[in-house]
């Protein structure tokens, strides 16, 4: 399954775990989901914009790519071991992590946050 | 008013170490056999409540928790403001010794998890005569760096925080919320550039034993290694690695359970070892 990025704004909206790690937070997040491009730009720790490639030049900050599988598993109820977090798919080599590493050290948990957010509502 | 006093004690000790003085902070609980526990990198010995408060743990066993110098209630040594911490093998395994000595524990049973999981190898290896069990939690010979390490201890990063939202993926998605942000808590109130301090031991050379593991002879000392499955610093295949250069070592994965196995879910973590800490008690 796809990331269901378009419903990102939705979903994030009112998080609390994302108003409580994301004071400040400004950034633009190129996820690459197999072959689809999206750009999450976030603003004042709100997601402000979710765009669904292809993307001209996109200006990003941090680039995330992995597999359509990889992601799908990462976002299942209760995903298996090595896919269930953003660095236990990096160890795996699952996904690749590209750009600004300080702000994603800074504002680390808001992002494992975001994709987490994509899992069904429960698994929250 | 509905108060719970726990049964744990918390203690200092002041000794020199490395011939500088320091004060060191110890919690136990229960009597019988001593178990010395070792809590993971960058954290500190409140990694082990749910054993402390465990009545049928503590029936038997003395459990012994210390927080390592520059860790949780231990200070650092005086000096400490103009030096970068870096842990090293050499320094680690002689702190254990030594606070076994200080407490005059007999032939304790030693517990450790993550570099402690680690250490407790390098105590089996070494030292296999002053314990009376080993067991290692998520122990591996040598570990994978996955992700750069340079954030985590930087004026412009709040490194504790950084810290904890690194290791917060290590835990099983499974485990109650209250006890992984507990675990997380700890990493949040590490001080500056001390678990960044401690994998300089964890992912260095230094500490690289996978050429040394067969020397470890289980005949003198029961080596015992528990590994959550969730964990993907030392995943269950790299204990498996470790485990098949060492006969006769015991080892297990702990499904559903990550890289703090005794914090993160003490229950579920309990319901392994507790055979475990029956074969010990057994044996002699």
Redesign the interface.
């Known amino acids: 399954m796809a990331l269901p990025l378009d419903r990102l704004r939705q979903i994030s909206r009112g998080d609390k775990h994302l108003a409580r790690?994301g004071r400040d937070f400004a950034c633009a997040i190129l996820v690459g989901d197999g072959d689809d491009d999206w750009l999450i730009e976030i603003d004042k720790g709100e997601v402000a914009r979710v765009t669904k490639g292809p993307l001209i030049m996109p200006r990003t900050d941090i680039t995330l790519r992995a597999s359509t599988e990889a992601w799908s598993k990462h976002i299942e109820a209760?995903?298996p071991?090595?896919y269930?977090?953003?660095?236990?798919m990096?160890?795996?080599r699952h996904i690749r992590i590209e750009g600004d590493?300080?702000l994603?050290?800074?504002y680390?948990?808001y992002i494992?946050r975001l994709f987490a957010l994509l899992r069904p509502v429960e698994?929250r | 008013m509905n108060v719970e006093i726990e049964p744990v004690t918390g203690r200092y000790m002041r000794l020199d170490f490395e011939g500088r003085p320091h004060r060191i902070y110890w919690e136990e609980a229960g009597q019988g056999i001593p178990m010395l526990c070792l809590h993971t990198a960058g954290s500190d010995g409140r990694q082990y409540r749910g054993l402390l408060n465990d009545p049928e743990i503590t029936r038997d066993f003395r459990v012994i928790v210390f927080d390592m110098p520059w860790h949780g209630k231990s200070s650092p040594p005086p000096g400490f403001e103009t030096e970068e911490y870096k842990l090293t093998t050499k320094t680690y395994s002689d702190m254990v010794l030594t606070v076994s000595r200080a407490l005059q524990l007999e032939k304790p049973v030693v517990m450790g998890c993550s570099i402690g999981g680690r250490i407790a190898l390098v105590l089996a290896m070494e030292h296999p005569s002053e314990f009376r069990a080993i067991i290692g939690l998520q122990s591996g010979a040598a570990i994978?760096r996955?992700?750069?390490l340079?954030?985590?201890h930087?004026p412009?990063?709040?490194g504790a925080?950084?810290s904890?939202?690194?290791v917060?993926?290590?835990m099983?998605?499974?485990s109650p919320d209250a006890d992984r942000w507990e675990t997380l808590w700890h990493y949040m109130q590490g001080g500056p550039g001390i678990f960044k301090g401690d994998l300089y031991f964890y992912r260095g050379e230094d500490g690289d034993i996978r050429d040394r593991l067969g020397r470890i002879d289980v005949t003198k000392c029961p080596l015992y290694l528990l590994t959550g499955?969730?964990d993907?610093?030392v995943?269950p295949q790299d204990t498996q690695a470790a485990a098949d250069l060492i006969p006769g070592v015991k080892y297990q994965v702990m499904p559903k359970l990550g890289h703090f196995p005794m914090s993160e879910n003490p229950d579920l973590f309990l319901s392994y070892l507790k055979p475990v800490l029956a074969q010990i008690r057994g044996s002699r």
């Open positions: 790690f209760v995903p071991p090595g269930h977090d953003l660095f236990a990096r160890r795996f590493t300080k994603l050290a800074s680390l948990f494992k698994a | 994978e996955y992700y750069e340079d954030w985590l930087h412009e990063v709040h925080e950084a904890a939202a690194v917060s993926g290590l099983a998605p499974t499955e969730y993907y610093s995943a």
